[in-house]
Every structure is written in structure tokens, then in C-alpha cells.
């Protein structure tokens, strides 16, 4: 199994949207030598919709293709309603969350720009002259 998420994160490690497919056709072609055709099938069927990162800036590609600030997020929501431990209702749940949610849009994490747009404005100026 690790021999087999070494070979999926090799894929995405690639520097441009062709070495990706390349490299997924070898991982697919490894995969059935492994004797694992359904692993490949679902390599090649689903790999264009993993490599759609791709078509941004690559400056952006990790943002993009990671959830980490999504799951940070959460791991701070469910600490808080740990602490709680039981609701009364689903109200006071729903309030608890919403209210960290606005605390966080409204402080640190709320401030940080995760991307830098002006990677996206260039590339879409180039594609306006290009047409």
C-alpha cells in the first residue's frame, strides 16, 4: 500500500500538466502489472479531473489542490464543541460554530491572503491578448 500512495503522490508532483498524464499512464501501467486493473481503470478514468489544478498558475497549484486551512478550520470547531460535550439542541450547537466562524473571518485567519491574485490577472490578460 505505501509502494502504491508513493506512486499516486508521484503524479501530482509532476512540474506541468502533460508530465502529470505521462506519469499516470506509467502509474497505471505499474498498477496492472501489480495485478491491480481496477486501481488503473479508476487512475485513468479519474486522473483529468484531479489534474484540473493544473490549468491555474502553478504558484497556486498547492492551494489549490490541498484542503488544509478547510481542515484547520474544522479541527478548531470540533475543539471548541468538544468542550461542550452535549447541546441542548441543535441551536446552540449551530450558534457555537457560526460563532468561531465569524471570529475567525474577523481576525488572523481572516486577514492572510491564502492566494496571490495577481499570478491569475497576469494569466488571464495573456489569454485576453492571445484571443
Request: net charge positive; aromatic share 4%; with cysteine.
Amino acid at each position: 500500500m505505501k509502494t502504491v500512495a508513493r506512486m499516486l503522490k508521484a503524479i501530482h508532483a509532476q512540474e506541468s500538466k502533460a508530465a502529470c498524464r505521462k506519469k499516470a499512464k506509467e502509474v497505471a501501467e505499474t498498477l496492472r502489472a501489480m495485478r491491480l486493473p481496477e486501481a488503473a481503470k479508476k487512475i485513468e478514468d479519474g486522473v483529468e479531473e484531479t489534474l484540473t489544478y493544473t490549468d491555474f498558475p502553478s504558484e497556486h497549484w498547492a492551494r489549490i489542490r490541498t484542503n488544509n486551512v478547510l481542515e484547520r478550520l474544522n479541527r478548531e470547531i470540533r475543539r471548541r464543541t468538544r468542550v461542550v460535550g452535549c447541546f441542548p439542541d441543535g441551536n446552540s450547537a449551530l450558534m457555537l460554530v457560526c460563532a468561531r466562524l465569524r471570529h475567525v473571518a474577523g481576525t488572523q485567519w481572516g486577514n492572510k491572503k491564502y492566494m496571490n491574485m495577481k499570478h491569475l490577472e497576469a494569466m488571464e490578460e495573456s489569454s485576453a491578448i492571445a484571443c
